[in-house]
Every structure is written in structure tokens, then in C-alpha cells.
């Protein structure tokens, strides 16, 4: 059973920076898909980004610039760095693992963008 804790969320004024975090247990970690996506109560959740075991990046257009996927391999971890934020980038990130069509999920973290 694959297991993903997110973390590094909070508060942060538009323009700032944020790094989240996603570390993975019970995972053959270098050979699965990583992501990120992220939901507003009541609305779809929504693609941000994601990275092959290649390492290969993908982003939404409305990330694009602003936000950097990366993961390493020796920890586990996945990354989520995100500068210039926005107001609109104010919801829950979740990160995502994917091996063999099984997709799991973390539990969420916050991100607020507000002055």
C-alpha cells in the first residue's frame, strides 16, 4: 500500500513562494508517475503538474512559469516549488501516485494566497 503525506502549505502574501513536499512510502518510488493536482470545495479537482519517471514535466497553462515540479528519487519525495502566487492559486494541492494504472492520493494540503 502506497502511503503520501504532503506538506509545506500555509499562508502566504500574493507574489511570494511556497515549497510543497510529497513523500512516499511503501512505493518502488523511481518507477512510478508523480503529480499534482488541486481542488476548491465544491469544484473538480484540476491538473497543476505532473513528472515521469524520465522526468518529464507537465503544467497547466495557468502554472506554467510560475511553478516547478521536481522529484528525488533517493528520498522519496516528490516537489512543488511555487513562486508568484496568486489569489487564485488559493486552494487544496494534493499530490498523486501512479504505477500500473493505480492511482493514489494524499491527503491535501492548504495553500492561501492573501495579503
Known amino acids: 500500500q502506497v502511503q503520501l503525506v504532503e506538506s509545506g502549505g500555509g499562508l502566504v502574501q500574493p507574489g511570494g513562494s511556497l515549497r510543497l513536499s510529497c513523500a512516499a512510502s511503501g512505493s518502488i518510488f523511481s518507477i512510478a508517475s508523480m503529480g499534482w493536482y488541486h481542488q476548491t470545495a465544491g469544484e473538480q479537482r484540476e491538473f497543476v503538474a505532473s513528472?515521469?519517471?524520465?522526468?518529464?514535466?507537465n503544467y497547466a497553462d495557468s502554472v506554467k512559469g510560475r511553478f516547478t515540479i521536481s522529484r528525488e528519487n533517493a528520498k522519496n519525495t516528490m516537489y512543488l516549488q511555487m513562486n508568484r502566487l496568486k489569489a487564485e492559486d488559493t486552494t487544496v494541492y494534493y499530490c498523486?501516485?501512479?504505477?500500473?494504472?493505480?492511482?493514489?492520493w494524499g491527503q491535501g494540503t492548504q495553500v492561501t494566497v492573501s495579503s
Open positions: 498523486y501516485h501512479m504505477f500500473r494504472g493505480v492511482v493514489y
Open positions: 513528472i515521469s519517471t524520465a522526468g518529464s514535466t
